[in-house]
């Protein structure tokens, strides 16, 4: 077979280029997945630059309102959504974890990365952030294995620890449905049940410069849409 | 440990080169081996046996790159260990998706049998990578070398699924119109 041939051939490519292939995580997020992500990180992260230790409650709407102003770099360090499920939406980007109440229209959790000197989530080593299955831990940590911590979603608060619990899974994921579904050029959908879809989109008003307040998550149920802006407060 | 301490060691003939190598590498390697096998008892057989060629090959060797060194080593034993699981009708793993995504790139290609045309090949897969941007030749490799998922590597630079779909999709083609401008009759 001439694939088996060139999957062969390959085998003599440069070791420098082996050796780059494992020493370096771009950690870029794809334009598509990182704007949902994003926007919902964003409004976390908002929250968190204004107020790093805010509590659940009014004091997110303030961080949220603050970060709304907030301008929203569309590329490689856009959020990433996390979590969906039990009404709760978890998103982060290289400033933190973020936790937004679908139900009570508002952040209601935010772990900041800037103090742990953990916002490196591109280069080398770089830090991953996973949800767990059951949405209620985030785990993030250094590529390199040296720096591991744990956040709490319904504690909102964070511990550093050795190792994870074998017991908690990391395995939820989101399918990507963006081809399919794009809302905007700035939009990221993923599919979430039969006939159901969570998307974000990015909708600057005028030419304006693009902040977290033009953030848009789209809730998509049977064909009803429920729209909620994360970094605009009622 | 510094590599250049285990390659000494190897040379010094000193079985604990063998340990230190496991000890370092052994995650790298059966990554390697799982992603083409699928299968972790052949694939830690593999690596064991890598380790043992490692053994007999240095020295004469001196390898500068000893993690890409036995890198090689474990994806020619596990390629090799994957056709023979092949003809057995078992295993799977990444390779057979990584043949059939390749198998586009020289459709309908002829004469690669020579060793020369390989060596020719070669030397232009490595000139193509070289022109390639580093995200891209990272991502390039960690497919078609690593034969690492579509999933893990969407994990490991940070996109998503169909990100990396589409942009190996793009490169596999910029490699087929690259060929065909260096006289392979695609």
């Not at chain 1, 937004?100 to 490196?120: A, H, N, S, V, W």
């Not at chain 2, 092949?86 to 020579?114: I, M, N, T």
């Amino acid at each position: 077979m001439k694939e088996e041939k060139l999957l062969e051939v390959m085998d003599g490519i440069r070791e420098d280029y082996i050796a780059e292939a494992r020493t370096g995580n771009p950690k870029k997020r794809s334009k598509k997945l990182f704007p949902l992500v994003a926007c919902m990180v964003f409004l976390f992260v908002v929250a968190a630059f204004v107020m790093p230790h805010v509590q659940k409650g009014s004091s997110y709407k303030a961080v949220a309102a603050e970060k709304g102003k907030e301008e929203i770099q569309l590329g490689a360090t856009m959020p990433s959504i996390l979590y969906y499920g039990a009404g709760q939406v978890i998103m982060y980007d290289y400033i933190g974890i973020w936790v937004y109440d679908l139900k009570q229209e508002q952040l209601i959790g935010f772990c900041d990365f800037r103090p742990l000197q953990m916002t490196q989530i591109q280069g080398e080593p770089c830090v991953f952030v996973d949800a767990s299955t059951d949405g209620k831990y985030v785990r993030f940590y250094k590529s390199d294995g040296s720096i591991k911590y744990l956040y709490d979603v319904k504690k909102d608060s964070y511990k550093e620890v050795d190792d994870y619990d074998k017991t908690l899974s990391w395995k939820f994921t989101l399918e990507d449905v963006t081809e399919t579904h794009r809302l905007s050029d700035h939009s990221e959908t993923y599919k979430i049940g039969a006939d159901s879809y969570l998307s974000y989109k990015i909708e600057p008003e005028g030419d304006e410069t693009i902040r977290y307040k033009d953030l848009i998550l789209v809730l998509e149920k049977a064909g009803k849409k429920t729209t909620y802006r994360p970094f605009t407060v009622k | 440990m510094e590599d250049q301490k285990i390659v000494q060691m190897y040379w010094e003939r000193k079985e604990q080169a063998i340990l230190s190598t496991s000890e370092k590498y052994d995650s790298y390697c059966m990554t390697i081996a799982e992603n083409i096998l699928g299968n972790r008892e052949d694939a830690k057989e593999c690596v064991n046996d890598a380790l043992l060629v490692l053994w007999n090959k240095i020295p004469p060797d001196k390898p500068q790159m000893l993690s890409a060194y036995l890198g090689k080593i474990v994806r020619n034993l596990s390629i090799n260990r994957y056709k023979k699981n092949k003809r057995k009708k078992r295993g799977g793993g990444q390779l057979p998706l990584v043949l059939e995504e390749l198998e586009e790139v020289l459709s309908g290609s002829r004469g690669l049998e020579e060793e020369w045309e390989e060596n020719y090949l070669l030397e232009c897969i490595n000139a193509f990578l070289a022109e390639l941007p580093e995200e891209k030749r990272k991502l390039f490799v960690c497919r078609y070398w690593y034969a690492d998922s579509i999933k893990d590597i969407a994990q490991r630079f940070d996109m998503t699924p169909n990100h990396v779909s589409v942009t190996l999709k793009r490169i596999r083609k910029k490699l087929h119109d690259y060929l065909i401008e260096r006289g392979y009759e695609l």
